[in-house]
Every structure is written in structure tokens, then in C-alpha cells.
Nanobody, 126 residues
């Protein structure tokens, strides 16, 4: 089992920045990738960013490319999402996800992940 705890959400004005953190505990030695997804009110959960744990390769959704940066601290089993130039359309509950192995679907898909955090609210005011 893996437990994920997110932190760092909050209320920010348009153009502002936030940094989200997600700390993993438990069977973290089986980490393949970690990712961030978000869900806005009335919408489905969408991919934001992912990072492969050992090689560090990253992938971003087009909507956040150039504004968000995903990174990880292997020693702390923590993944971060630095969000800059925030827009009202970034308002959502952000959840981190943990993949234990390379699967059939890519890490931009929800099905690639085995464990999910509870989520943290990010609200961007206009």
C-alpha cells in the first residue's frame, strides 16, 4: 500500500503562483511514476503533469506547458508541482497519483496509476 498526502493548495489571484507537494509513504520502493491530475467543478478529472521516478522524464498537458513544473525529491518520496502565471481556469481540486509499474496505458492516463491522494483545492480569483 502507498499513502499520498497533498499540501500547498489555496486561494491566489490571477497571475500568482502556488507550489503543491505530495508526500508518499509505504511501498514507495516500487515507484515508476507520479503525476498530478485536476478536477474542476462539473468536469471530469484531467491530466496535468507526470514525472518518471528514476529517469526524471516529464510530460505536461498543453494547457499548463510553460507555466507549471513538476519535480521530485527521491530521498523524501515527494513530488512537487510549481504553478506560475495561474489563471481562473486552473481552479480545481488537484490530486497526486502514484504508479507502481509501467502499464499498458501511458502515464498521462488515469488508468496508469494505482494510488491517489485526497486532493487539495486550488482557487484562482480573477
Amino acid at each position: 500500500q502507498v499513502q499520498l498526502v497533498e499540501s500547498g493548495g489555496g486561494l491566489v489571484q490571477t497571475g500568482g503562483s502556488l507550489r503543491l507537494s505530495c508526500a508518499a509513504s509505504g511501498r514507495t520502493f516500487e515507484t515508476y511514476a507520479m503525476g498530478w491530475f485536476r478536477q474542476a467543478p462539473g468536469k471530469g478529472r484531467e491530466f496535468v503533469a507526470t514525472i518518471r521516478w528514476f529517469l526524471g522524464g516529464t510530460t505536461y498537458a498543453d494547457s499548463v506547458k510553460g507555466r507549471f513544473t513538476i519535480s521530485r525529491d527521491n530521498a523524501k518520496n515527494t513530488v512537487y508541482l510549481q504553478m506560475n502565471s495561474l489563471k481562473p481556469e486552473d481552479t480545481a481540486v488537484y490530486s497526486c497519483a502514484f504508479a507502481t509499474r509501467r502499464g499498458v496505458v501511458g502515464t498521462t492516463q488515469r488508468g496508469a496509476y494505482d494510488y491517489w491522494g485526497q486532493g487539495t483545492q486550488v482557487t484562482v480569483s480573477s
